[in-house]
């Protein structure tokens, strides 16, 4: 399985855009990308999820390069509610099995 | 998607004891996880409970000290056997959709004294 390697922490200050990056050298042909979030007391909430270039919704985006060994999940405009660990897991999300490794993760802190 | 019920939601526990730590799911799922995640750190994945077969344990997980139960399709358990302060945790349990987004419970914090 591929391992991801995020920083351990990061500060921002509301309303500032957010780039948190996620490395995943041995990342295989079949593996997408998923993003996590986690508030203190409760379990990790899906964010966003890809494969290659560019995935937005409503609340993320996910930049992939062409070589897909590294992803970028940007937060625009972040508020103090932002504040919450993020995790980067890699792997087939149609075999069942095979995403559910965390790695360290990043500690954001938004400040006013 | 999925709703997860966990029970309890915290407990604190004397060395030595055992405590089994229910979930509920909303839907039918063939597979669901239980994850531990001691505190200020990432979750670590103890087992895969899938129904009608035994529990699939990750390294450094045994089934001696975490005995998993898994009745049905909507239903497990996972039992922290003679906790020792080191047990103190959050426990998670998850359940995975078609693409392969994992929904977690609420958590279940133990604190072993």
């Known amino acids: 399985l591929a391992k991801t390697t995020q920083p351990i922490s990061m500060d921002s200050y509301e309303g500032q855009e957010v780039n948190i990056t996620c490395s995943h050298n041995n990342i295989a042909t079949n593996d997408y990308i998923t993003w996590y979030q986690q508030f203190p007391s409760q379990g990790p909430r899906f964010i966003i999820q890809?494969?290659?270039t560019k995935v937005t919704n409503e609340v993320a985006s996910l930049f992939i390069p062409a070589d897909r060994k590294s992803s970028t999940l940007s937060l625009p405009r972040v508020s103090l509610s932002d504040t919450a660990v993020y995790y980067c897991l890699v792997g087939e999300p149609y075999n069942a099995g095979n995403m559910l490794t965390f790695g360290g993760g990043t500690r954001l802190m938004v400040k006013p | 998607s999925a709703v997860i019920s966990q029970k309890p939601s915290r407990d604190i526990c004397q060395r030595g004891t055992s405590l089994t730590i229910q979930c509920q799911v909303d839907s039918q799922v063939t597979m669901m996880f239980w994850y531990r995640q001691q505190p200020g750190q990432s979750l670590t994945l103890i087992a895969t409970?899938?129904?009608?077969?035994?529990?699939?344990?990750e390294s450094g997980f045994v089934i001696d000290k975490f005995p998993i139960s898994r009745p049905n399709l909507t239903f497990s358990t996972l039992t922290v056997s003679n906790m020792s302060p080191e047990d103190s945790s959050i426990y998670l349990c998850?359940?995975?959709?078609?693409?392969?987004?994992?929904?977690f419970g609420e958590g279940s914090r133990l604190t072993v004294l």
């Open positions: 998850s359940v995975v959709a078609g693409t392969g987004e994992l929904f």
């Open positions: 890809g494969y290659k």
């Open positions: 409970a899938n129904q009608g077969s035994e529990a699939t344990y």
